[in-house]
Nanobody
Framework: QVQLVESGGGLVQPGGSLRLSCAAS???????MSWYRQAPGKERELVAV???????VYTDSVKGRFTISRDNAKNMVFLQMNSLKPEDTAVYYC??????????WGQGTQVTVSS
């Protein structure tokens, strides 16, 4: 069982930066970690993945702007978001996926990019 708690969301102007954090309980190092987001009226979409081996994958719309990282010693995963755009506005969710396809989600944190 893994519990996830996101933080770091807020209101930022276009071109600004935010760093999201996800604190995890449980055997964190055994889970692939992801960030998803869901904008109003849209389906939830994958933003970035970091595997157990720290391999990273990004959706095309955030490549070069977002960076996912993990700190296994602190049971944390991060999403550094730079050059933010209004279309990045969404609720951002952290997800853990284990080797048995077990999945756990956080409650989400709101990111709003607006002038």
């Amino acid at each position: 069982q893994v519990q996830l708690v996101e933080s770091g969301g807020g209101l930022v102007q276009p071109g600004g930066s935010l760093r999201l954090s996800c604190a995890a309980s449980g055997l964190f190092k055994n889970y692939h970690m992801s960030w998803y987001r869901q904008a109003p009226g849209k389906e939830r979409e994958l933003v970035a993945v970091i595997t157990i081996a720290s391999t990273t994958v990004y959706t095309d719309s955030v490549k070069g702007r977002f960076t996912i990282s993990r700190d296994n010693a602190k049971n944390m995963v991060f999403l550094q978001m730079n050059s933010l755009k209004p279309e990045d506005t969404a609720v951002y969710y952290c997800k853990a996926r284990g080797s048995h396809a077990d999945e756990y989600w956080g409650q989400g944190t709101q990111v709003t990019v607006s002038s």
